[in-house]
């Protein structure tokens, strides 16, 4: 390593780099310049250091010590700036133990609705609509990846589908849907209530960011699985519904779960229709009693759902993973 | 979810059962019942193969096959009768594999016809997945199914396609399992099997189905040097016990001892074909004289 750098003051210098004449540009190091070549080093001996030059990690107790020490102090800051007299307003406003049990259970005489009950919708809006998600969007991959030449503008549509849909903000076609189906005064159509509508739009948009999850799991199916498959004489349909989607699911499950979380966080947008769920409850109860701790509990069950969702989801990418790095090994 | 159990007209037929016989495969010409080896899906009785009938299983003549501008097969005439043992060599790119995956229609062949049981693989009445019930394949690569046991590869098939109970289905498989030695792997993942075990769980998926003609495509070649003699093994007994097979291989040894006949491809047509003593004492063709000076000189034969 030495050995180019060492010869380098012999080698003629290219023009720029003379010293003296250095401009103010030349100061970094050619491609000749070796970051060991210190005059201190004796000639031909390879200046090889093992020592850091970081300080080292601490290791055992030490460790031990030194996070418990970091981690009693990260939360004897957050206490004192929580408990300081400044942060009074933010206590009563958003952490007001009083109005989140208002908020929770709801008040019906001041017109305050249960975000408790308000909850419960979402829970049910996301499993329903998940449900529907996960087939529909499975018939939209499959579609993408059809080449059967009669579907061909099936799947023009398939594609123009999945781009207006995750191109466009949920928030956008709730409005759209939820306000504007209503204005048309089509039969039948036109007077379901905004709960239907919110499902429709939920569904119409996630079903899109699912069927691109599937159809990347469909596609890192090895084509001679399928051969393998359709050599012992099971069907196309045997093939797909016993060899390929066990497979491509269990190689998109963390993706089709983060979605899931996510559908479940998106449930809130459906207060912009007015319907009694946990944001709009939560809402209703900040107007009447000018206190924002309804918005706190409503945080709390959403993460009450997600985090131990994502956690799942972390698990299960783990255990993926770990079990490919056994397979390498086989 | 919905499972495909559309076997027509074919659901009450079983293949018959080998229990009580030790063989691998069904040998017994006597089991191939009319009613077994019947390709086209409708009419068509009676005529499959007769007891102890010499009638081709497979009869390829003047096969042609292009990818694109490519052109692989160049006109491949080749007969097999039940118990024959057909091995393909050749180096690579002169058109074992495909002539073996147009044998049971993974690929469609351009010119010429495969016969396969007397049947004209062309014929629009015949039903693909019939032709691959009876005809097993497998890969160089193994293409063991990785979400499943290695029980479950195996009964997949016959519970799907042959209608068999999961119990039945269960005993056969764990039967064979348990004659190539791999009874205790029953309910490991393949992924845990050394590649020779994967291979050989592979040959017994297929032999589940109890096919008359076996495909074997180049199934040693990704195997390390000490586990090929565990698969040649299984692959010879199976000769042995009359197993019909077509084997693509680039294991001369192995050809010259199980094989019945061996057919030297170049250039995508069989240039040479004869009992293994001729083919690999004393050839006629250049061609493979010169094949088998390559294969000498790299100490492989």
Known sequence: MAQPGVAQPGVAQPGVAQPGVTQPGASQPGPLAVAGADPGSPDGELPISLFSSHRPRLRGRAGTVASTLSTVAMIGLIVALVASNAAGPFRNGFLNLHQMWIAFVGDPSRGILSVGKGFVLNIWLSLVCEAIVLVLALGIASLRLTREPVLLPFRALAIAYTDFARGVPVILVMLWVGFGVPSLNLRGVSSQSPVVYAGFVLVFSYSAYVAEVYRAGLLSVPRAQIQAARSLGLSSRTTLYRVVLPQAVRNVLPALLNDFTSLQKDTAIVSTLGVAEAVHSAQIAGGVEFNYSGFTIASILFLLITIPLTRYTDRIMNRDRNRRLAGTTA | ?301
Do not use: W
């Open chain 2, 1 to 301: 979810m919905t499972v495909d159990r559309n076997l027509g007209d074919d659901t009450g037929r079983r293949l018959p059962e080998s229990g009580g016989t030790d063989a691998l495969a069904a040998v017994d010409p006597d089991a191939a019942d009319a009613s077994t080896d019947r390709l086209t899906a409708g009419e068509g009785d009676g005529d499959g193969l007769a007891a102890g009938d010499r009638s081709p299983v497979l009869r390829a003549a003047g096969v042609h096959k292009s990818f694109g501008a490519l052109e692989v097969l160049k006109g491949v005439d080749l007969t097999m009768r039940p118990h024959d043992v057909v091995c393909l060599i050749g180096s690579s790119g002169s058109g074992k594999s495909t002539l073996l995956r147009c044998c049971n229609l993974l690929e469609r062949i351009e010119g010429g016809t495969i016969e396969l049981f007397g049947h004209d693989l062309a014929d629009e009445r015949v039903d693909e997945d019939l032709v691959r019930r009876h005809t097993g394949m497998v890969f160089q690569s193994f293409n063991l199914f990785p979400h499943l046991r290695v029980l479950d590869n195996v009964t997949l098939a016959p519970r799907r396609v042959l209608g068999l109970q999961r119990k039945d289905a269960e005993d056969r498989a764990r039967g064979l399992l348990q004659r190539i030695g791999l009874g205790d792997k029953a309910q490991e993942y393949p992924d845990r099997l050394s590649r020779g075990q994967q291979q050989r769980v592979a040959i017994v998926r297929s032999l589940a189905m109890q096919p008359r003609l076996l495909l074997l495509d180049e199934v040693t070649s990704a195997l390390d040097p000490e586990l090929v003699a565990e698969v040649l093994d299984l692959v010879g007994e199976l000769a042995r016990q009359g197993m019909t097979m077509l084997i693509a291989t680039h294991e001369m040894g192995f050809a010259r001892e199980v094989a019945d006949t061996v057919c030297f491809l170049e250039g995508g047509v069989i240039v040479e074909s004869g009992p293994p003593e001729r083919i690999f004492g004393d050839p006629t063709e250049p061609a493979t004289r010169r094949f088998l000076q390559r294969i000498f000189d790299a100490g492989r034969l």
